[in-house]
């Protein structure tokens, strides 16, 4: 980073703010897991419920990213306005009632209306959640402690496939959801009265105050400056892939290489849960190191973790229907070491380009740069990847049979190729920016 930036000893990073890390990573894990865990309840929602692929696609993707997605940038308004601690508080609690009415679900229709109001409480979770991160670390620690907090979700897809899968199987889906809501109720009590929200901007010394601008004038003025736009972009075209890839994974497994249920959501909670929580520690910890002699290893590093996760995933969604070994009872296919390759690689552009967002905007902007920035990966990734996904898998059925999740996959992994070309062209400008914006 540049000799210019503002820093603080790094002993004034202390114990408080490794536990609301801590925390905070928590609140982000019990959220993911609830999304996650529906692609284990899948195949008994289908079967309950007698609807499609892209029925499925729906309420897993565009159900939530559509209330999501128009909730997002005043809940980041709000971010920027309010106490964030009380507001993540309130979230928290909204957040286990709505998830446990979806195990309430007495119909398809009221089981998508259920995860519209769990979107409702996740708009600010987000972007709240690192605006705090960019007050309890420096821009050169920031990255690592990005990384913690975006590696907990994946870490609890360990959970939210594996044990979820064994919930989903032994007691119903219902009872899983229910069960998901239960420490949101205790999240919330500890982050309304036990924990003390920082400073805000405490470590942008020099940063020149934002006038204040109202939410469709702020979000334009956001839009406006170029590398913001394109890392954002860049972000939403690969959640667009990843997401699909994450929801639809369990029943990949399941249709083309013949696993049951229990095993598949086991394999891919466990193997990729492990491998792309690692990844994403590593590369939070690597890109701290290397952005200290350069800027453009936080977006050198997304580009090599795209094209290396993109050449993993085409192997194995392509790979054939072979057992590598048996661990006990579990069969473990030869294509579960090219997944876990693509997971341990798919993750390296979260904590870069979120640090390099937090860097590019004022702290009284933080809030709603991170929500405008979740809003578009929302929309793609979210909304778009897994419904794509249902219909591409529907419309190749004819063609392909039961493998036709397997090219539909395919299919929606090459938008990843367009968020390699806008972080390039993102690379050229962003050092320029982060100067100006710290002189």
Not at 155 to 162: D, T
Not at 186 to 193: H, Q, T
Not at 240 to 268: D, I, K, P, Q
């Amino acid at each position: 980073m540049s000799s210019a930036t503002p820093t603080l000893p790094s002993t004034t990073v202390g114990w408080r703010s490794h536990g609301l890390l801590l925390l905070l990573a928590a609140v982000f894990a019990d959220n993911f897991v609830g999304r996650q865990i529906l692609a284990v309840m899948f195949e008994p929602i289908k079967a309950e419920f007698q609807v499609g692929d892209s029925s499925l696609g729906l309420i897993s993707g565009l159900a939530f990213a559509a209330v999501y997605a128009l909730l997002g940038l005043p809940a980041g308004r709000l971010v920027d306005r309010v106490p964030r601690l009380r507001l993540l508080a309130l979230a928290c609690l909204l957040w286990a009632l709505a998830t446990m009415s979806c195990g309430l679900a007495g119909s398809f229709v009221v089981l998508a209306l259920a995860r519209m109001l769990v979107a409702v409480s996740e708009a600010p979770t987000t972007s709240a959640s690192l605006s705090l991160i960019a007050d309890l670390y420096p821009p050169q620690r920031r990255s690592f402690a990005i990384s913690c907090f975006t590696a907990a979700p994946t870490f609890s897809s360990i959970i939210g496939l594996s044990i979820g899968a064994w919930v989903v199987e032994q007691y119903g889906w219902r009872t899983a959801f229910i069960a998901l809501g239960l420490p949101a109720l205790a999240f919330a009590v500890i982050l309304g009265l036990l924990v003390r929200e920082p400073v805000r901007g405490r470590w942008d010394l020099n940063a020149h105050p934002a006038p204040r601008l109202g939410l469709g004038a702020e979000a334009r003025a956001l839009w406006t400056l170029a590398p913001y736009r394109w890392l954002i972009l860049a972000g939403g075209l690969t959640t667009l892939g990843s997401y699909a890839v994450a929801m639809w994974n369990t029943s990949f497994l399941v249709r083309s290489h013949g696993l049951s249920l229990r095993e598949a959501g086991m394999l891919a909670g466990v193997v990729c849960g492990s491998a792309a929580g690692i990844g994403g520690l590593f590369s939070g910890w690597l890109s701290d190191r290397l952005a200290r002699r350069g800027v453009h290893w936080q977006l050198s590093l997304p580009v090599l973790g795209h094209l290396a996760a993109l050449s993993a995933l085409a192997s194995y969604l392509l790979w054939p229907s072979e057992r590598l070994m048996y661990l006990g009872a579990l069969p473990i296919p030869v294509a579960m070491l090219w997944c876990a390759l693509y997971s341990f690689f798919a993750v390296w552009w979260v904590a870069p380009s979120y640090n390099l967002v937090t860097q590019l905007v004022t702290p009284q902007q933080r809030g709603t740069a991170m929500a405008l920035q979740t809003v578009v990966s929302t929309l793609l990734g979210v909304g778009a990847g897994p419904l794509l996904t249902g219909l591409l898998s529907d419309l190749l059925q004819p063609l392909f049979g039961v493998q036709s999740l397997r090219y539909a996959l395919l299919l929606m992994s090459l938008p990843v190729l367009g968020a390699v070309l806008l972080l390039l062209r993102t690379s050229m400008h962003v050092q320029a920016d982060i100067s100006e914006q710290r002189s």
